[in-house]
Nanobody, 126 residues
């Protein structure tokens, strides 16, 4: 079992920045891919970014590439999502998630992820 607890988020104006954190416990994360997803009202939960915990390789959705940065702190077992140049369309509940895929595989669909955080609201006003 992996427990994920999110913090951060909140409200910002367009062009502003916010940071999300996701603290993991329960298992060593060396075999895991950690990711951020988001879900806006009335929409499906969509992939935002992922990081291979062991190597630090990162992957982004086109909609956030160049604006968001995913990172992790091994010592703290914590993942981050730095969100810059925020847009109103970034408004959503953001979830962190953990997956233990085959080596070299990074999933971008929610059904592949086994563990989820509680969600953090991000609201961007124009």
């Amino acid at each position: 079992q992996v427990q994920l607890v999110e913090s951060g988020g909140g409200a910002a104006q367009a062009g502003g920045s916010l940071r999300l954190s996701c603290a993991a416990s329960g298992r060593t994360l060396s075999a895991y891919v950690m990711a951020w997803f988001r879900q806006a009202p009335g929409k499906d939960r969509e992939f935002v970014a992922a990081i291979i915990w062991s190597g630090g390789n990162t992957f982004y959705a086109n909609s956030v590439s160049g604006r968001f940065t995913i990172s992790r702190d091994n010592a703290k077992n914590t993942m981050y999502l730095q969100m810059n140049s925020l847009k109103p369309e970034d408004t959503a509940v953001y979830y962190c998630a953990a997956d233990s895929p085959p080596l070299g595989v990074v999933h971008t669909t929610r059904r592949e992820y086994d563990y989820w955080g509680q969600g953090s609201q991000v609201t961007v006003s124009s």
